[in-house]
């Protein structure tokens, strides 16, 4: 009985010993299904890691950006990694906020990132945060429509086509418009859409000394194809639709064409969900032949703060949680559809995915057809396709967004809204000190 007791206080002893000398780290992320699931498989970590203990802080995405940027900025030192997005790494970096990720692992296979997605979460050539899963945007559409319009979708369409198409395919007694697209203020909302759309137009938020150039006939061009697009093929109360009603309402087989994320593919191909899954179609964004299309790129990333005494040990999460290992991981688990998407070129390149993801092909050349470094047909001083890489963006972004909204609805004419926003981005931007 004695001996028993010993043996069973060295054990505790020796436990409690172990305990000491494991390393927590804080991990904050965003409460979307992804993430969720990554959660309940790090079992799988701790058990090639025992000597790391995971703390999870999990977040509604607002509040994870509120949360996130004011620890980073005050160097309060709560999270040994962040979930953070394309919009904050190069900005982030340059402030040297962030740690570049250098020391991944052998087996790792930095290369085997999309080009892309890598190319926006670095900063001279030094990756500082690892894609957990990526997007672009593109043109869903439906078949039969189509068909019964005359026409055939490109796999790479024009706004002219577009356009055609929407005319042809609206049919207002049944309930069809031709064409969804985003009209809800936002910067990440309408303004997602429009400033990758504005590319495709030769147009840019600021010239090479940041001027603002919403006087420019590119963007007037933009605009006003846009407005009398959704005036004459868009539905009802279009500057009240984000990403979610836009959804649903193709979903319930309202919309002839719905250009958006590429992760809404899964959504609208479910037939739980999707009244239209078996009879959508994808193509690439539109463009106007001046070299780039109308889609934009982001991605959900894991990032280490600079001011992390555990770096180490949050590189080794980091690695795991985006590794090759982990997408099989998920694979095994979940099946082959449910693995994070659009990170790896590898992915796309294994057969059983490519059979679980119709959509996989078109997701894949939606993303390498967007290039953040270099996202408009003239040169820029900024990084980022549907967004500026400024801090003062997220303020002014949604500023053009309402005024742009405005016009959809009806409020102002498209020259008094790109007035407005000429007159909102010099004022932001000389406050700022970019322009004198």
Same mark, same amino acid.
């Given at each position: 009985?004695?001996?028993?007791?010993?043996?069973?206080?060295?054990?505790?002893?020796?436990?409690?010993?172990?305990?000491?000398?494991?390393?927590?780290?804080?991990?904050? &992320?965003?409460?979307?299904?992804?993430?969720?699931?990554?959660?309940?498989?790090?079992?799988?970590? &701790?058990?090639?890691?025992?000597?790391?203990q995971?703390?999870?802080?999990?977040?509604?995405?607002?509040? %994870?950006?509120?949360?996130?940027?004011?620890?980073?900025a005050?160097? *309060?030192?709560?999270?040994d990694?962040?979930?953070?997005?394309? #919009?904050?790494?190069?900005?982030?970096?340059k402030q040297? @906020?962030?740690?570049?990720?250098?020391?991944?692992?052998?087996?790792?296979?930095?290369?085997?990132?999309?080009?892309?997605?890598?190319? $926006?979460?670095?900063?001279?050539?030094?990756?500082?945060?690892?894609?957990?899963? !990526?997007?672009?945007?593109?043109?869903?559409?439906?078949?039969?429509?189509?068909?019964?319009?005359? %026409?055939?979708?490109?796999?790479?369409?024009? @706004?002219?086509?577009?356009?055609?198409?929407?005319?042809?395919?609206?049919?207002?007694?049944? !309930?069809?418009? !031709?064409?969804?697209?985003? !009209?809800?203020?936002? @910067?990440?909302?309408?303004?997602?859409?429009l400033?990758?759309?504005?590319?495709?137009?030769?147009?840019?938020?600021?010239?090479?000394?940041? =001027?603002?150039?919403?006087?420019?006939?590119?963007?007037?061009?933009t605009?006003?194809? #846009?407005?009398?697009?959704?005036?004459?093929?868009?539905?009802?109360?279009?500057s009240?639709n $984000? +990403?979610?009603?836009?959804?649903?309402? +193709?979903?319930q087989?309202?919309?002839?064409?719905?250009i958006?994320?590429?992760?809404?593919?899964?959504?609208?191909?479910?037939?739980?969900?999707? &009244?239209?899954?078996?009879?959508?179609? #994808?193509?690439?964004?539109?463009?106007? *032949?001046?070299?780039?299309?109308?889609?934009?790129?982001?991605?959900?990333?894991?990032?280490?703060?600079? *001011? &992390? =005494? =555990?770096?180490?040990?949050?590189?080794?999460?980091?690695? @795991?949680?985006?590794?090759?290992?982990?997408?099989?991981?998920?694979?095994?688990?979940?099946?082959?559809?449910?693995?994070?998407?659009?990170?790896?070129?590898?992915?796309?390149?294994n057969?059983?995915?490519?059979?679980?993801?119709? +959509?996989?092909?078109?997701?894949?050349?939606?993303?390498?057809?967007?290039?953040?470094?270099?996202?408009?047909?003239?040169?820029?001083?900024?990084?980022g396709?549907?967004?500026?890489?400024?801090?003062?963006?997220?303020?002014?972004?949604?500023?053009? $967004?309402?005024?742009?909204?405005?016009?959809?609805? *009806?409020?102002?004419?498209?020259?008094?809204?790109?007035?407005?926003?000429?007159?909102?981005?010099?004022?932001?931007?000389?406050?700022?000190?970019?322009? =004198?």
């Amino acid at each position: 009985m004695k001996l028993r007791t010993l043996i069973l206080g060295l054990c505790s002893a020796s436990a409690l010993a172990f305990a000491a000398h494991a390393e927590s780290i804080t991990i904050a &992320t965003v409460n979307n299904g992804d993430m969720v699931r990554m959660q309940k498989l790090t079992d799988d970590f &701790t058990k090639a890691n025992p000597d790391i203990q995971l703390n999870w802080v999990t977040l509604e995405e607002n509040v %994870l950006r509120e949360r996130v940027t004011t620890d980073i900025a005050t160097k *309060g030192g709560q999270y040994d990694v962040m979930t953070i997005g394309t #919009y904050e790494v190069p900005i982030w970096a340059k402030q040297s @906020w962030l740690l570049p990720l250098d020391k991944l692992g052998a087996d790792y296979d930095v290369k085997d990132i999309i080009p892309a997605i890598a190319g $926006g979460l670095s900063v001279d050539g030094k990756l500082y945060a690892a894609p957990f899963y !990526g997007e672009s945007s593109f043109v869903m559409y439906r078949k039969d429509l189509m068909e019964k319009a005359g %026409l055939k979708m490109p796999d790479a369409p024009t @706004w002219d086509f577009i356009r055609q198409a929407a005319d042809k395919m609206t049919d207002r007694a049944n !309930g069809v418009n !031709g064409v969804c697209l985003r !009209g809800k203020a936002g @910067w990440g909302e309408n303004m997602a859409f429009l400033t990758a759309m504005s590319n495709s137009f030769g147009a840019r938020w600021f010239d090479e000394n940041w =001027k603002p150039q919403f006087d420019q006939p590119e963007w007037k061009k933009t605009l006003q194809f #846009y407005v009398d697009l959704m005036k004459a093929d868009g539905p009802e109360g279009a500057s009240s639709n $984000g +990403f979610n009603e836009n959804l649903a309402l +193709f979903q319930q087989g309202k919309c002839g064409m719905w250009i958006d994320a590429t992760v809404a593919a899964s959504f609208v191909s479910d037939p739980k969900n999707s &009244t239209v899954a078996d009879k959508v179609g #994808y193509a690439l964004a539109p463009d106007n *032949g001046l070299g780039k299309r109308g889609n934009w790129l982001w991605a959900w990333s894991l990032a280490i703060p600079a *001011g &992390t =005494k =555990k770096a180490d040990a949050a590189e080794k999460f980091v690695s @795991w949680a985006t590794s090759k290992h982990y997408a099989e991981l998920v694979a095994s688990k979940e099946g082959w559809a449910n693995v994070p998407p659009g990170t790896r070129s590898s992915l796309y390149a294994n057969p059983e995915y490519q059979k679980a993801a119709p +959509f996989a092909k078109m997701t894949l050349d939606s993303i390498n057809a967007a290039d953040p470094t270099h996202p408009t047909v003239k040169p820029v001083p900024y990084v980022g396709v549907q967004f500026v890489a400024i801090p003062e963006f997220q303020g002014l972004g949604t500023t053009v $967004g309402q005024l742009f909204s405005a016009a959809l609805a *009806g409020q102002s004419s498209v020259d008094d809204a790109l007035k407005q926003a000429q007159d909102a981005a010099t004022a932001t931007m000389t406050e700022g000190g970019y322009i =004198k």
